[in-house]
């Protein structure tokens, strides 16, 4: 007998009575027995039909011009909203998706997404890359790459990372007039007034916005007098110099006692929006000795951010209070020990003081090298593909 026969015969022997096994031995229920082997062993075709049955994916592409308002341009580009919220964060960075956006510009959108055997989405599609072409200011795009690290990450063009730091700086504009490290004390300078002709703050400006009416302020007003610029040696330190002083200074100005600065003073005018650098909870606002009106917000993963010298607290924010990334907490000041309306920033990394200008947790990652070449490569083949498929699309096939 031959070896799928005999197979058929076990088979059967578990399903049929004796009399049907000694049947399908002879060969004579032959249908009965093809059925018990094909239950034992599999079917042909059975491996085909289970893989019709299985998951698949597709890349889709998508182009659409914006006619009235981008959130109308995104509706109809017919890309899954969930989709898409990835791309439109990351493309914040560097655009302002409110004001930016006019009609007449255009979004292109590839992404990756699942289905089931009968066609119906699977999950949340990945987006492969994204790019935003504004009159104002030509293409943004965003590409999703794997570095050498095994990690996937959206990247623009340049090869800096589209994914937000986890600390952002609290002010929109920065400008930073004195350093972290060692420093001069500011009040313990010569006046100004010999060299210039007049008093000038070494925080910032002294012209102010309007704040909202009823917010808190609290705290102590700066030293109110004449405001002291920097010695030479206070400005190799990170204070803001004057012109014109020099050559005049006392010798003895250059054994001025230093002392540890352990933030950074960002100048911007009286009133300027102050804004959380990251999701946390509120430990700390009130009036604080030298810092004035103070705030101070606990990130998680042992970090935290202080803020000094301001003039109010935005509403809500006291101790116990979540707050998020980017949300307002407070307007520039000169409270407390201050020479000049300025935000005194701190961040705070396990309990000791670090500099935010070069903390890893404020610096946006930058591709570089093999990475950066490999990148190159594959932004380039995206662009190649999006073309064949245009004139694919013009030609009608």
């Not at 005999?6 to 399908?24: E, G, I, T």
């Not at 017919?78 to 655009?95: N, S, W």
């Not at 924010?317 to 000041?333: D, K, N, T």
């Amino acid at each position: 007998m031959k070896k799928a026969s005999l197979a058929a015969a076990f088979a059967a022997s578990l399903s049929l009575s004796p009399v049907s096994l000694c049947q399908a031995a002879e060969g004579t229920p032959a249908d009965e027995a093809r059925v018990a082997e094909e239950q034992l062993l599999g079917s042909a075709d059975e491996e085909a039909r289970f893989l019709a049955y299985q998951p698949f994916t597709r890349e889709i592409a998508a182009s659409v011009v914006v006619s009235t308002s981008l959130d109308q341009a995104l509706a109809d580009s017919g890309v899954p909203a969930a989709t898409l919220l990835e791309a439109m964060r990351a493309f914040t960075a560097t655009v302002n998706l409110q004001r930016d956006i006019k009609p007449g510009d255009r979004l292109h959108v590839r992404y990756q997404q699942a289905f089931t055997a009968e066609g119906a989405p699977i999950g949340v599609g990945r987006v492969l890359w994204a790019e935003l072409t504004l009159a104002s200011r030509g293409p943004v795009a965003i590409h999703r790459f794997r570095t050498r690290d095994k990690v996937e990450r959206l990247w623009f063009t340049n090869g800096l990372s589209a994914t937000p730091a986890a600390l952002r700086m609290p002010l929109d504009t920065i400008s930073v007039s004195s350093g972290f490290g060692l420093r001069a004390d500011p009040f313990d300078q010569p006046p100004p007034l010999a060299a210039t002709g007049k008093s000038a703050p070494m925080g910032g400006p002294l012209r102010s916005k309007p704040l909202p009416p009823g917010l808190p302020t609290g705290g102590t007003s700066g030293n109110g007098g004449p405001v002291n610029m920097a010695t030479p040696l206070g400005a190799s330190l990170g204070l803001a110099p004057y012109g014109g002083f020099g050559k005049a200074a006392p010798k003895a100005k250059a054994s001025r006692a230093l002392f540890m600065h352990e933030g950074i003073d960002l100048v911007a005018p009286s009133g300027t929006p102050v804004y959380a650098a990251a999701d946390g909870v509120v430990v700390g606002a009130a009036p604080n000795g030298r810092y004035g009106n103070w705030i101070r917000i606990e990130h998680g993963s042992k970090l935290a951010t202080v803020y000094g010298h301001l003039m109010a607290f935005a509403p809500g924010i006291e101790p116990g209070e979540s707050v998020v990334r980017g949300e307002l907490i407070g307007f520039v000041g000169s409270t407390g020990r201050s020479t000049g309306a300025h935000l005194h920033f701190e961040v705070v990394d396990n309990g000791k003081p670090a500099n935010p200008i070069n903390h890893p947790e404020l610096k946006a990652m930058q591709l570089r090298g093999l990475d950066m070449d490999r990148f190159r490569k594959q932004v380039a083949r995206s662009l190649e593909e999006r073309t064949r498929e245009s004139k694919a699309a013009s030609a009608g096939l």
